[in-house]
């Protein structure tokens, strides 16, 4: 299926919705249906516990819950990408969310990853930054970037497509390093902890905890952007891509999106069909 001639359309459309042929393949609708009703009220839930928590414990769930948010956004974004079809003018405003799913969303998780590297690694500097106006910080300009570039997207996606390819693969390589980093230190710092008194295997569980939070999030990642930029390199060099494809990198996103709050759920033990010791 060629649609060299719609996924830079000239109108200003968003460029993701017509890669994945939103609209147009009933499974790739299926999909994104799902995504919307499972994905709403499920980070919805997140939103809540955590800012219904104990106030002294939000510092340490705030990208948490700013990914949850975003996470949220990108569903409106694709309920304003169906009534863009009988609405146009929304387009415009539906290209905006491009930079949180491209910028914003990997952006929070490797701020995650990076948080939890240096609790384990660097605990001095970790209670040095530990403070919530460090995360509000970095959490504003991770904000500003994503609805930033968003608007830099209408313009290279129209006019500059090889660029828009080059960033993307770009950042997602640079987010996969640090997060690759922060997970060979954690593990580093875990291998190199010995068997001792309950202090220790306290420490121990805690760089274990770190660990494993990392690798899923990294894998997470992967999972989420990996096949849509390969579906996006293969249409910039042969002007072509094929549904199942589509399918495939649209199923992969979807799913990524339910990891972080299903994790979060997890590790707070609000989740009604897991039993807990």
């Not at 905006?96 to 240096?118: K, N, T, V």
């Not at 950042?171 to 060979?184: D, Y």
């Amino acid at each position: 299926m060629n649609i060299s001639r719609e996924i830079f359309p000239t109108d200003g459309s968003n460029s993701s919705s017509y890669l994945f042929n939103i609209g147009t393949d009933i499974e790739i609708n299926l999909l994104y249906f799902l995504s919307v009703v499972l994905g709403l009220p499920t980070n919805s839930y997140v939103i809540w516990l955590i800012v219904s928590g104990k106030r002294n414990e939000l510092a340490a769930k705030f990208f948490s819950l700013n990914l949850a948010v975003c996470e949220i956004l990108l569903c409106v974004e694709i309920v304003l990408i169906f009534l863009s079809y009988e609405f146009e003018f929304l387009w415009t405003a539906v290209s905006a969310f491009d930079g949180l799913a491209f910028i914003g969303h990997p952006q929070f998780l490797c701020l995650i990853c990076f948080e939890r590297y240096l609790a384990v690694v660097h605990p001095v500097t970790f209670l040095k930054f530990k403070p919530l106006r460090y995360r509000v910080i970095c959490s504003v300009i991770v904000w500003v970037a994503s609805f930033g570039f968003g608007g830099i997207f209408i313009f290279f996606t129209m006019f500059q497509p090889m660029f828009y390819l080059v960033f993307l693969f770009t950042q997602f390589f640079f987010f996969l390093c640090i997060q690759l980093f922060c997970l060979v230190a954690v593990l580093r710092a875990l291998k190199q902890s010995g068997p001792g008194e309950r202090g220790r295997e306290e420490e121990n569980h805690m760089k274990s905890r770190a660990f494993y939070l990392i690798l899923i999030t990294t894998v997470t990642m992967l999972i989420a952007y990996a096949p849509y930029l390969i579906l996006l390199a293969l249409f910039m060099t042969t002007g072509s891509t094929d549904t199942l494809l589509s399918i495939i990198s649209c199923l992969c996103f979807s799913l990524a999106g339910f990891v972080q709050p299903l994790l979060f759920l997890y590790r707070m033990r609000k989740l009604p069909f897991i039993k807990y010791q």
